[in-house]
């Protein structure tokens, strides 16, 4: 099977250099950019997944979330040596799918950028499983996408991980570091209230178009289901 190509954006060039050794000591193809603009045009190549530096002068990282997101649909890993709550939960808001806070260690590196990787990979494996219906949507596995009252609701990879998981098991309630490890992988190791901000982004969209709905209802002190 052929290795996943990685873009590394970082304005420090002994960290990217870092990273890329590490990285392709795995097999993996490697990308780097040192700037928005470097990101930017590398990101037309369509790697599979991003780890991107917030903190860059000119355009920050998650103006370069924003301004890529749309041509990548993989994973976009944030690294930042800021530990505020509101920083992550902004890479959540723009497009990312994770959030590693510097210094961290290889190895963490390499289990997040792995549990993502098999996370896309099994999707792409996964052939049988077609789409589930109910009450006004349409959640289409194969095509990645969730239709309501007829209106596509854009979602992020992870976020549709999380509908797709929740609504394959309707009614059943499960905790957020189950989500965690359900959607990102069991070697995933990172902060399991991500889900808790990836699952409000995905209720306000789904509000957006009908604002009375409770599509994931919160199941207090125990977690979350799909009625």
Not at 87 to 104: A, N, S
Not at 117 to 129: A, F, G, N, Y
Request: proline fraction near 2%; charge should be negative.
């Amino acid at each position: 099977m052929t290795k996943a190509t990685i873009l590394i954006v970082d304005d420090e060039s002994e960290i990217v250099s870092f990273i890329q050794d590490a990285l392709e000591d795995e097999g993996y193809a490697i990308l780097t950019a040192s700037n928005g603009r470097e990101a930017i045009a590398e990101a037309g190549k369509k790697p599979d997944l991003v780890l991107l530096d917030v903190m860059m002068e000119g355009m920050d990282g998650f103006e370069v979330c924003e301004r890529i997101r749309s041509i990548i649909r993989g994973p976009i890993i944030f690294l930042s040596a800021c530990q505020d709550e509101m920083d992550r939960v902004k890479g959540l808001v723009v497009g990312g799918d994770d959030y590693i806070v510097k210094p961290f260690s290889l190895s963490e590196l390499k289990a997040r950028v792995h549990a993502h990787l098999r996370r896309e990979q099994r999707k792409k494996d996964d052939k049988e499983r077609k789409a589930l219906q109910f009450d006004g949507m349409v959640i289409d596995y194969q095509g990645r996408s969730v239709r309501l009252n007829g209106i596509e609701v854009e979602l992020t990879s992870i976020q549709f991980s999380i509908v797709w998981f929740l609504a394959m098991h309707r009614g059943q309630v499960f905790s957020r570091s189950h989500i965690y490890e359900r959607v990102w992988g069991l070697e995933a190791g990172g902060d399991d209230a991500t889900v808790t901000e990836h699952i409000k982004k995905i209720r306000a969209k789904f509000q957006e178009i009908e604002p009375t709905r409770a599509l994931i209802q919160t199941v207090w002190g125990v977690g979350y289901k799909w009625p």
